[in-house]
């Protein structure tokens, strides 16, 4: 399969807002190089040192690449993108050269150029990412390892989103209960559940290349060999009472989400969302109360938060 790589040469302040605006167009999945990774990276608790003289990397800036598939008809999306990252100043966001370029590019180039940057990622005291094409020993008597091969879908554990909601699980997970993981991406969120004491957890995604590396995140993980996962439209249609629901999506969607998180949600039970940047905070938490929702938690992470909600006693 063909993809289309829309590339945009801009500052390593704007990197996030504009992966999140090329996710709420469609991509499939999005890859960054700032020269800042380089630039800051001097050893990690992991051992790893870095030749930065040798290693081959953006010199200045940052480069977002988002990769659409091939019967994405991009006229539609393009001036959208355009017209978005434009007005990322009025925000205080620098976008520096702002050039835009589209590219073709075969799924196998895509599916290794992020390797070389992906590296074990502590996100708690409990949890490590490690991609499944490193060795890597834990430190520590209670650590948890969730081998992770993320492919072409979302959450590869190094975004704040994703390490807010990793960190949200952690809060709200004592053992025994029943998860759905909204817009599963990689999965990751799925297999931290399970090594957080979820008895059960069920997974749904829209994109059926996000439900395939899903499943093949599961079997690199035995702790998870039991999750269900499966393409559905959010949670319409599912009937399964949970005791958390986490969802790591974009706000926009997230508002969709709502009522069907009220109805599958058991009373005193917790919502968790995230993938919210800081301007759509107040929309997303008037909807929530609005719904009867109560804010319990709130997590920030530079321009990203991650809300934890509670349904109260007798919610319905």
Do not use: C
């Amino acid at each position: 399969m063909k993809w289309t790589e829309i590339k945009v040469t801009t500052e390593s302040e704007a990197v996030e807002a504009i992966a999140n605006i090329m996710m709420e167009a469609g991509a499939s999945g999005v890859a960054i190089e700032d020269a800042l990774d380089v630039e800051n990276f001097v050893g990690d608790p992991f051992g790893e040192l870095l030749d930065k003289e040798n290693f081959k990397h953006i010199q200045a800036g940052a480069v977002v690449m988002a990769y659409f598939p091939e019967t994405t008809f991009l006229p539609e999306i393009f001036p959208f993108i355009k017209e978005s990252i434009t007005k990322l100043p009025e925000f205080g966001l620098n976008i520096g050269a702002n050039k835009v370029e589209t590219s073709e590019v075969a799924e196998s180039d895509w599916a290794s150029a992020w390797k070389k940057y992906y590296h074990p990622v502590a996100v708690s005291r409990f949890l490590t990412i490690v991609p499944n094409w490193e060795k890597y020993t834990a430190k520590q008597q209670d650590e948890r390892i969730i081998k992770l091969d993320p492919g072409m879908a979302f959450g590869t554990g190094t975004h704040p989103t994703t390490r807010l909601t990793l960190q949200a699980l952690e809060m709200v997970l004592h053992g025994g209960e029943t998860v759905l993981d909204v817009g599963t991406g990689s999965g990751v969120l799925s297999i931290a559940s399970k090594y957080l004491g979820a008895a059960a957890v069920h997974a749904y995604d829209l994109d059926e290349v996000a439900v395939s590396a899903a499943k093949e995140n599961m079997d690199l993980n035995p702790v998870a060999s039991d999750v269900e996962v499966v393409a559905n439209d959010l949670l319409q249609g599912i009937e399964i009472q949970a005791d958390v629901i986490v969802a790591n999506i974009l706000a926009d969607i997230i508002l969709r989400l709502i009522p069907d998180a009220w109805r599958l949600l058991k009373d005193t039970g917790s919502l968790i969302v995230s993938g919210i940047i800081k301007e759509k905070k107040s929309v997303v938490i008037e909807a929530m109360v609005a719904q009867g929702f109560v804010v319990d938690q709130l997590f920030q992470q530079g321009d990203w938060l991650a809300i934890i909600l509670k349904k109260p006693e007798d919610g319905e």
